[in-house]
């Protein structure tokens, strides 16, 4: 039985007007919307790139509207989203940086090195990608190698023309990182600016 092409576009059509309302139960009706019309048409390169945007951009909603409560297990709810951003569109390093960096919110730093790793060797020279790497290694206990990553990100932005800062390590902003941890990069005077929201 072939499926009629108006269903799917329909299906898509009612998502995308889903997807730009503000509230965030839209947006999550949206995805689980796009996610129903790929299922009806998996090869649908195009719908699953949109897909991915309304996956990331309810992520990032999600994490907005709960700025003042997050938690490990609510890190965990985001990085679902950035997840399904991320396998819809494997090649767009902004989402899987995303996606690296909501693991490592959500206390899973070995699964964030392994995500912001592919992005790494894909583009080495993204220093958004090295930091959120160095910050992944830090926690997970790796300082030797997460040190070799924030010097090198310190390199990549240096050489762009940027700066980078150190300040955001503190352990004010990711408390289950350890003091010692942080005290040695302030030491080391690279600088990590970090947060891919």
């Not at 699953?48 to 992520?59: N, R, T």
């Not at 020279?125 to 997460?146: D, E, I, P």
Request: hydrophobic residues 40%.
């Amino acid at each position: 039985m072939k499926l009629d092409s108006t269903v799917v576009d329909r299906v898509a059509g009612y998502a995308e007007v889903l997807s730009r309302k503000p509230d965030t139960a839209d947006k999550g009706k949206a995805l689980s919307l796009y996610r129903t019309a790929i299922d009806l048409d998996p090869k649908d390169e195009n719908l699953k790139e949109v897909a991915a945007k309304s996956a990331y951009d309810l992520a990032k909603a999600q994490r907005k509207s709960q700025r003042r409560e997050l938690n490990t297990e609510y890190h965990s709810y985001v990085a679902e989203f950035f997840e399904i951003a991320a396998q819809y569109a494997p090649e767009n390093d902004t989402y899987r940086t995303a996606y690296g960096d909501a693991l490592l919110k959500a206390n899973r730093p070995e699964e964030a090195i392994a995500e912001i790793q592919a992005v790494v060797l894909r583009d080495s020279n993204s220093s958004t990608a090295q930091l959120n790497l160095s910050r992944a290694q830090l926690v997970a206990g790796h300082t030797n190698a997460a040190e070799e990553s924030a010097q090198s990100a310190h390199e990549q932005n240096a050489s762009a023309g940027g700066i980078v800062s150190i300040d955001a390590c503190a352990p004010n902003r990711f408390g289950f990182l350890g003091m010692n941890l942080s005290a040695k990069f302030v030491t080391f005077r690279v600088g990590l600016s970090f947060g891919a929201d």
